[in-house]
């Protein structure tokens, strides 16, 4: 039992962190630290959790699943937790990328600002992230998105001033927007399933008859469910707002919400549409330009093009741009593409006959461990670039190119720092982020999809072309006056080379991380153990289905 | 019958929403998100209303008559608790965009944030 209840560990911890640091908030160093403990505790909660789904714990004798029924209520009327090797392998990445992110944050926020409530703030995002991460219940994800959101609303408009005021409204009105879609579509597929537990609605889904089902509706909910998380991820068409929202934000905040916010959008793409509608049962599709019979034979394409066309733009875009926060939003963009098109790969490796458990036989589990071993790298390599724009800053007082030059001889430590991210961006190894590209191009010459290739190719080469020039016209050549006048600040140097230093080590180190991806991979793909791990068998059975 | 009023409502409402959204004014945008989170919450309450399952009383409530879906309700309930924190955030956003550029005419704001 104890190890079932771990499970809510992580979520608890981030809680009480934020009530604590907003109870305390008249003592900034009383609050740092407690802010400062949570996050370390936060960490250790991830750990024994991760810990416990890889040495194979698991409810209802499933392996690897950890399921926690809230109040005891069993699913589906419960809301339940779910820890598999997918939450686990998120929960890792949010983790690290968090404590690096507020440590950097103690130095980078003026006291003033810690004040005002930054520390409840971040931890409160934190406890969406993790709620988004572990719940199994789809209108649970609406309401931790929502937590999320509320905060991240607050800590995009932190600084107050004209632009961030203009970027805040953009923000909030648009996810406004997404979250009323996303009701739509929750609705919709109550309605249609009768169940809102995703264990049950893909137990439901792949014997739509006996439940009384129509699985056309479900695809089409399902795709404007996709809409919403597209937006959270950022993807092309919906990827406007990044750019604007991400300059606007403090830097750790920028480093959180592309490293770790976005992946939120991804896990859910994962987690609802590889595990749950992936399950259900063949049905003629008679659209246009579409042969198939699983859901993800829709879904397949539609990722494949919204994935090239943000490596695309986001690439192009990323190389003219003339300051370092809104050349990181927008390869931000490109970079998930990269992400994206394995889920893309992936959808169609399902689609072609998914067969466990093969490790990298199978372009399924290939294709969607590429997305998250590129996802882990986004995390590390991204949040470490915007942290340093965000110590170049607080050193400089300035990011725009044209201020800047000669940083790499003026402080080394930070060129360091920034120069080992970015490798890891393009994909050198052995950084992380080689065998991020090296597993995306694997999974496009096993999906036999050349256009694939050539889509990942360019988006590589466009990444080359932006990180060279960020390096060139920000670290190299003559020093500027404000580069020559600058005060250097160690404290947010380091945190930036620990990022680093922890994407080269996975990079060198990179057995256990594709393990992990691997297996992440196959709990996404495993519906049938996340079913039964949830305990749908024992509780249910039969009933009329709830159907119509 | 009911279900022909309830859809000419829920059409109406998300038509008048997105026409709001689509106003140059920001409160008028505020407004318009918040009729269509609202719409959203009539059709929730809808979905379990005309045709829903009763998750709760399955296999408890023998005997219990016709009942409505009281999770839909559940969730509206949670879905208006959200909505109200969100459209206070917007509104004091709105107020704050006021004080920074002393308009909240979306035309005069800009689209991009590169000004300023």
């Known amino acids: 039992m104890a190890t079932e209840q771990l499970v809510v560990a992580p979520l608890l911890v981030a809680l009480v962190t934020a009530i604590l640091t907003l109870v305390v908030h008249q003592y900034t160093r009383v609050q740092q630290v407690v802010s400062g403990l949570g996050g370390i505790a ?69 006291e003033a600002g810690q004040r005002v409530s930054y520390h409840p703030l971040y931890h409160f995002m934190l406890v969406g992230v993790t709620g988004s991460f572990l719940t199994g219940d789809i209108f649970n994800l609406f309401v931790w998105f929502e937590v999320m959101l509320m905060s991240s609303y607050v800590l995009v408009v932190f600084y107050s001033g004209p632009r961030h005021t203009k970027a805040a409204l953009q923000y909030v009105v648009l996810n406004l927007v997404g979250s009323a879609l996303m009701l739509l579509a929750i609705g919709g597929l109550y ?63 920028s480093a959180m919400l592309a490293g770790v916010v976005k992946k939120v959008g991804i896990y859910a793409i994962i987690r609802l549409y590889f595990t749950v509608f992936a399950n259900a049962a063949p049905m003629d599709l008679s659209l246009p330009g579409l042969a198939g019979e699983s859901t993800l034979a829709f879904f397949g394409p539609v990722l494949f093009i919204m994935g090239a066309a943000s490596i695309v733009l986001g690439g192009v875009a990323a190389v003219n741009r003339d300051d370092i926060d809104n050349l990181l939003a927008y390869s931000s963009i490109g970079q998930v593409g990269f992400i994206v098109i394995g889920l893309a790969f992936a959808a169609g490796g399902v689609v072609a006959g998914w067969q466990a458990p093969d490790p990298y036989g199978s372009v399924a589990v290939l294709g969607l461990a590429a997305a998250l071993v590129y996802s882990l790298n986004h995390a590390l390599a991204k949040a470490a670039l915007f942290l340093a724009s965000g110590a170049v800053y607080e050193s400089v007082g300035t990011i725009e190119f044209d201020e800047l030059g000669g940083l790499a001889g003026r402080m080394p430590l930070l060129s360091t720092g920034f120069f080992v991210a970015a490798l890891s961006l393009v994909g050198v190894p052995p950084l992380l982020g080689f065998f991020g590209k090296f597993l ?22 466009l990444t080359i072309a932006y990180v060279t020039r960020a390096w060139n016209r920000g670290f190299w050549g003559e020093r500027t006056e404000a580069v020559e006048q600058a005060t250097p600040q160690y404290g947010l140097f380091a945190t930036v080379l620990v990022l680093a230093v922890v994407a080269l080590a996975v990079g060198v180190a990179f057995d256990p991380v594709v393990d992990a991806a691997i297996d992440a991979a196959e709990a996404a793909l495993g519906t049938d153990s996340y079913i039964e791990a949830v305990g749908l068998e024992d509780s249910l059975t039969g009933g009329d289905g709830g159907g119509h | 019958m009911t279900e ?51 998750p709760v009383l399955d296999g408890h409530g023998e005997g219990a008559g016709a009942v409505t879906d009281p999770l839909v309700q559940a969730l509206v309930l949670t879905a208006i608790v959200i909505g109200f924190g969100t459209t206070a955030f917007a509104l004091v956003l709105t107020y704050r965009v006021y004080e920074e550029h002393g308009t909240i005419d979306l035309l005069e704001l800009g689209g991009e944030t590169d000004g300023n």
């Open chain 1, 42 to 110: 936060y960490l250790g909660a991830v750990a024994m959790l991760v810990q416990r789904v890889r040495s194979g714990a698991g409810s209802h004798g499933v392996e690897g699943v950890l399921t926690y029924q809230l109040s005891d209520w069993g699913a589906p009327f419960g809301i339940a937790l779910v820890a598999d090797d997918l939450s686990a392998f998120m929960l890792a990445l949010t983790a690290v990328v968090s404590l690096v992110a507020l440590a950097f944050s103690m130095r980078y926020i003026d």
């Open chain 1, 440 to 461: 995306v191009f694997d999974a496009a010459v096993n999906a036999g999809s050349n256009l694939g290739i050539g889509v990942a190719l360019l988006g590589a080469i």
């Open chain 2, 4 to 54: 022909f009023v309830l859809a000419l409502v829920l059409g109406l409402l998300f038509a008048l929403g997105t026409f709001l959204v689509l106003r140059r004014d920001v409160v008028r945008v505020v407004w318009g998100v918040s009729i269509i989170s609202q719409a959203a919450n009539v059709y929730l309450v809808t979905m379990g209303l005309l045709d829903g399952a009763v």
């Open chain 1, 191 to 253: 309605s249609t399933t009768g169940t809102l537990n995703m264990a049950d609605m893909a137990r439901r889904l792949a014997d739509p008859a006996s439940f009384g089902i129509t699985l056309a509706p479900v695809l089409g909910l399902s795709a404007v469910l996709f809409v919403v998380f597209a937006l959270k991820a950022g993807i092309v068409p919906f990827q406007w707002w990044v750019p604007a929202a991400y300059r606007a934000a403090p830097a750790p905040v």
